[in-house]
């Protein structure tokens, strides 16, 4: 392909591949097209590549704010790390607390069945039922960790009309369902649905490493041999005769250009794949619209004392609170703990205080000072033993799905809303842990080259068809 002038700007030939996205579902379906033999270009908007396991600096030292837990299950994760790395794993394994009459309950992975129980105690028998044979789904078939896995479709089909808190009791919802919604989603246990619940359950059931040097080292690893375009505003899809031909972009300085591509996958939030499929197709386009993303605010402050102990490393908070949880960043880092708000009463924060994007200093200090006054009600902790504070705002947040996610699916799979050459992954396909996202990126990659292979099976034949004819 050669340079042309489309539109005023320059038309300039590229890869194979465009993945939009700069988050672990496009770093990973980058990864998988490479290893495919399909040239692959990352494009991000913003300036760095993470998305939301983007990282900060505290105290003079490199942290993750987002997603840094990864689970012993997380088969498709691990074995993309042994091909970049190899990266140091430490144990963090799963510690949580909740306050029940005025006492901190803890459930913890190293003692899991017994904690579990101590965890419930008091939660209505016919709850806590229920909830262990969802369990045993996800327990007995790996596929209920995802979105549309086979045992919760049925569900959802059965269920989904109605959120979640409609199959649990008030007082298990707010002890156990909330802590997995808000920390998953950002969602109340009303803002989720039965036929999604297993993505939760799988985290529940899972116990967490950590990678000793940090995300951010892993992110390098993946992408340091990638071609990358930062910075960069995917403005349309350039779609002729039903197939992409490529992007429109804008740069950081205002240039646009065209660049052409045989692909495209939208890694992106389900909002934004909605925004650039609209010209193209407007059915698609409202149903990605109808999957909802809410905002998550992260604290992380360093101390100069341990706040939490090997005991208690994190606690959860009740609807209430904007504060939806706090938790030391890792089993030796009981003295930097990270603070999360999210839900509903998170949400009416964030707008009170007007965050929009970036959280400055003092914006962050004045959040730490409502964050530790929650924290201080169970755990000591004060002003003094500050060392240093970072904030940050993840506004697409966390996605919360949809109901009836099988409709989603059956929608992206029927041939009347396929454009050809265009793909897709991200957190609303098949979940939003870092696992679901790697295998979105997989099956994306899977489908390009099944219909790259398709093609050159109808070329071979074209051509057979073609010598047979002149002879």
């Known amino acids: 392909m050669s340079d042309e002038h489309a539109g005023g700007s320059t038309m300039t030939s590229t890869t194979a591949c465009a993945v939009i ?22 494009i991000e908007r913003r300036a ?13 030292e490199r942290i993750d704010l987002g997603g840094k837990n990864i689970g012993r299950h997380y088969e498709r994760f691990r074995a993309l790390a042994r091909d970049l790395g190899p990266f140091g794993f430490e144990p963090f394994g799963i510690n949580t607390s909740r306050v029940r009459d005025g006492r901190i309950v803890t459930l913890d992975s190293t003692r899991r069945l017994g904690s579990t129980f101590a965890y419930l105690r008091g939660c209505p028998t016919a709850d806590a039922l229920r909830l262990g044979g969802l369990c045993l789904r996800v327990w007995f078939d790996a596929r209920n960790r995802f979105l549309d896995g086979p ?13 979640l808190d409609a199959h649990f009791s008030p007082a298990f919802c707010r002890a156990v369902v909330r802590a997995m919604s808000v920390r998953m ?33 892993f992110v390098e690893a993946a992408t340091a041999s990638m071609q990358v375009r930062c910075d960069v505003r995917v403005e ?37 794949s909605a925004d650039l499929l609209r010209e193209h197709d407007a059915g698609l386009a409202a149903a990605l619209d109808g999957i909802r993303y809410y905002p998550v605010l992260v604290v992380v402050a360093a101390y100069r004392r341990p706040i939490f102990s090997a005991q208690v490393r994190g606690l959860s908070f009740g609807p209430d609170q904007a504060l ?60 003094a033993d500050r060392r240093d504070v970072v904030a940050h ?16 699916r059956a929608l992206l799979d029927d041939p009347r809303h396929t454009i050809e050459g265009l793909s897709f992954a991200g957190d609303y396909l098949r979940g939003a842990s870092i696992e679901a996202c790697v295998l979105s990126a997989q099956e994306a990659v899977a489908r390009i080259v099944h219909g790259a292979r398709e093609r050159d099976r109808r070329r071979s034949r074209d051509v057979g068809y073609s010598d047979y004819a002149s002879t």
């Open 324 to 383: 939806s949880n706090a938790g030391a960043y890792g089993v030796d880092r009981l003295d930097t703990v990270r603070y999360t708000f999210s839900g509903r009463k998170a949400r009416e924060l964030i707008e009170r205080v007007g965050l929009a994007g970036d959280v400055d200093g003092a914006q962050a200090q004045t959040l730490l000072d409502l964050a530790e006054a929650a924290l201080r009600q169970y755990i000591p902790v004060a002003r």
């Open 21 to 42: 996205g700069g988050g672990i579902s496009g770093i990973a379906t980058a990864h998988y097209l490479r290893k495919a033999g399909i040239p692959a270009e990352l």
């Open 185 to 217: 989603n950002g969602a109340e246990p009303d803002e989720i649905h039965l036929g999604n619940f297993g993505t939760h359950l799988g985290m529940w059931l899972d116990t967490y490493d950590q990678f000793r040097d940090g995300m951010g080292a």
């Open 236 to 272: 349309r899809i350039v779609v002729r005769d039903g197939r992409v031909r490529g992007l429109a972009v804008r740069h950081a300085d205002g240039g646009t250009r065209d660049l052409e591509y045989d692909h495209v996958v939208l890694a992106t939030p389900a909002s934004v």
């Open 48 to 60: 760095t590549l993470g998305g939301r396991i983007c990282g900060a600096t505290l105290d003079g």
């Open 151 to 163: 045992s919760f479709a049925r569900l959802a089909r059965r269920t989904d009309d109605s959120p």
């Open 393 to 408: 705002l993840f506004n697409p947040g966390l996605c919360a799905y949809v109901p009836h996610h099988y409709r989603l």
